[in-house]
């Protein structure tokens, strides 16, 4: 156990008591060993709720409509009723479970209306639908990653990529996740907010500019920057676009002493780096010195970091 | 919060896919009823599991069904992601290839096939029954 480890060196070189130690494990073996039984009660949450529904699929079109639709509703209502109990009770784990459970089922009804009523609405409508029918469920989830998959579906309906397909759109796109996304963290950081929501969607949203500024990074920016001596505007706009987002975000990291949001922006950042030059080269002595010259500016790169903040120079990585 | 609030909010969900539920049976029951012919969406692909996608014939169609005699094209179907409007009707699964291989051959043998509609003015139409030959698709096969 690892930190049943660390606690025993601290011991061991008398930074804390033993009696200090067995407290320290007592409190965290207590508050912060629930990830296992809340990561089996998802699963097994999604399970049975898959289960029933291939039960149910098996011998769907004997069923009424009417028998179908009463089921639904009843499912629905008794682990909405669940849900409400548990939560009450603060039973946090069947909480999740009937949440999710209740969540799904509203997707397994809008679908049965879908076909019921021979709706020509496509996969986007149903997801917005879902999302949208079942905010009250991640609204009282503590979840993140249940709020993301709410998110994902509710953001089906913008299809971000068909409003992509310049530079200039992406670019803005991205910004537009990026200012969202901060919005939900200043949320979360100014207020007692208890909800995991705006959590969960500054993490999305995130996540979303990420995926923008690598599609401006490999669909506008690789265009032989170092090799063509007619380069292009937009290959320069687009490299000062990655180098900006992931620079800004390491500052930030920096600024927030966030070791390992600055390691996987570093990381990322260092990879961009290889990717540049190993785009550009194409025969082996060639890729050879753009591997070396690329190795250097990462290095360069550690270098100048070391020397601009001593946050970094304290840091873990660089010992 | 409190146990009212969470409880309301819970509810929230079931009352209102309630309520679209009853929304959806009165538009169904209270339109006039339309007969239209239909043509694959896709001519590769006219079943793709419980539903069949399909584009109304408006070419054929008996547009004197309609007020003034004027189809009112755009007020049926959902715009498809390959181009052109595009419908839907769920069937039961182990009925599609008997259906698929009935559509493929509707020229050979004669056969028409249409979508009655609910329809009335300022709500989404809505498909009722497929029909072979004025018949309940489920007779045809």
């Known amino acids: 156990m690892k930190l049943k480890k660390k606690i025993d060196k601290w011991v061991e070189n008398e930074l804390i008591s033993e009696a200090q130690g067995n407290s320290i494990l007592k409190f965290e073996q207590k508050y912060n060993n629930g990830i296992f039984g809340k990561t089996a009660f998802i699963i097994a949450g999604l399970l049975i709720g898959l289960g029933i529904c291939l039960i149910v699929a098996s011998n769907w079109d004997e069923i009424p409509t009417i028998l179908k639709v009463l089921g639904c509703f009843g499912m629905l209502g008794a682990f909405s009723y669940n849900a409400y109990k548990n939560i009450l009770a603060k039973n946090e784990k069947l909480t999740e479970l009937f949440l999710i459970l209740a969540f799904l089922m509203v997707g397994a009804t809008i679908g049965l209306f879908g076909q019921i009523f021979n709706l020509d609405g496509g996969f986007n409508s149903f997801c917005t639908g879902w999302a949208l029918l079942g905010t009250p469920y991640v609204l009282l989830s503590k979840s993140v990653r249940f709020n993301i998959v709410w998110g994902v579906l509710l953001l089906k309906v913008w299809d971000i990529f068909t409003y992509t397909k310049s530079l200039s759109s992406t670019f803005f796109m991205a910004v537009f996740f990026i200012m969202i996304s901060i919005g939900c963290y200043i949320l979360i950081k100014k207020t007692n907010i208890s909800l995991k929501l705006p959590k969960a969607l500054s993490k999305l949203f995130m996540f979303i500019a990420y995926a923008l500024i690598c599609k401006i990074g490999f669909k506008y920016g690789l265009d032989r920057f170092f090799y063509n001596s007619n380069i292009s505007f937009e290959v320069i706009m687009a490299n000062i676009i990655v180098f900006g987002f992931l620079g800004g975000y390491m500052w930030f990291a920096i600024k927030k002493q966030d070791i390992s949001l600055f390691k996987r922006n570093t990381f990322l950042l260092e990879i961009w780096i290889f990717i540049l030059f190993a785009s550009v080269y194409e025969n082996l002595f060639m890729s050879g010195i753009g591997f070396i010259l690329s190795g250097l500016a990462i290095l360069g790169m550690i270098k100048i970091l070391k020397k601009t903040s001593k946050f970094i120079q304290n840091m873990e990585a660089f010992k | ?141």
């Open chain 2, 1 to 141: 919060m409190s146990s009212k609030f969470i409880g309301i909010i819970l509810g929230l969900p079931i009352l209102f896919l309630g309520m679209w539920g009853v929304i959806l049976s009165f538009q169904i029951n209270s339109g006039i009823e339309v007969r239209l012919p239909i043509m694959g969406y896709d001519p590769r692909d006219l079943l793709s599991g419980h539903y069949i996608q399909y584009q109304i014939d408006w070419e054929n169609a008996d547009c004197r069904q309609f007020e003034n005699g004027i189809c009112p094209e755009d007020e049926f179907c959902v715009e498809g992601r390959w181009g052109g409007k595009q419908c839907r009707f769920y069937i039961p699964e182990e009925h599609a290839e008997a259906l698929d291989k009935l559509f493929i051959k509707r020229n050979d043998e004669d056969l028409v096939f249409e979508v009655v509609y609910s329809y009335k003015k300022g709500f989404k139409p809505m498909a009722k029954e497929l029909l072979i030959n004025g018949k309940d698709w489920r007779e045809a096969i």
